[in-house]
């Protein structure tokens, strides 16, 4: 008779534990957020070629709606009630866009998931191969990217690339700006690497 009382008193408790636990809501995450948008209008013109972006190739664990940390060299872990509202391939895509859009050179960035893509004067093709937060605290971010431009002598440039920024605070929330930094840092090497094309072809055309 002990025993059963000992029992149901446990069960009960047990019950009365998991009826007043919180429910957990799942949190959604943007990458590319409209709150990010310049104030300032994109200027596009007929005479300002237009490259066009997409992300080539994306990893399958990539392809989750759920976040990740990565644990260890082989270990990941997908978070249960932390999701992207949007698929990431998307996400990457716009928000590389928009950071590429933000500093007026020659060209027109635009958008492979876009309704309408309108035609277009040279490639801007992403492979990623990790984009993640990571058990050494750090956000990471890398692939290759390659570049193909239409224009006079048809430049085609393939370029790798590794970024890391540390994660100074905990949560998914903050890993997901790190990314976005991630993304802000690819750009600008992008945008670097165009200059360069563009001081050749100048140098050659002088010769």
Known sequence: MKTLVCITALVILMLTACSSTKRIETQYY?????????????????????ILVTVATLPEYLQQTNLLLQL????????????WAEPLQVGLVNSLVRELNKDADK????ATTDIATP?????????????????????MFSGHYTLNSFQSNSVKKQ?????????????????????????????????????????????????
Do not use: C, W
Request: no cysteine; net charge neutral; hydrophobic share 40%.
């Open 107 to 110: 060209n027109h960035y635009q």
């Open 119 to 139: 035609s277009y004067d040279g490639e801007l093709k992403l492979v990623v191969t990790a984009f993640q937060p990571t058990h050494q605290s750090q956000a």
């Open 72 to 83: 260890s060299d082989h270990q990941l872990h997908f978070a249960k009630f932390h999701q």
């Open 30 to 50: 943007l990458l590319d957020s409209p709150t990010l948008a310049s104030a300032e209008p994109i200027e596009v013109t007929k005479s300002k070629p237009t």
């Open 159 to 207: 370029q790798a690339f590794h970024l890391t920024v540390p994660l100074n605070a905990d949560g998914y929330h903050h890993a997901v700006m790190q990314l976005r930094q991630l993304v802000q840092q690819l750009a600008a090497q992008i945008r670097r690497d165009l200059i360069a094309i563009a001081a050749q072809q100048s140098a050659a055309n002088t010769k």
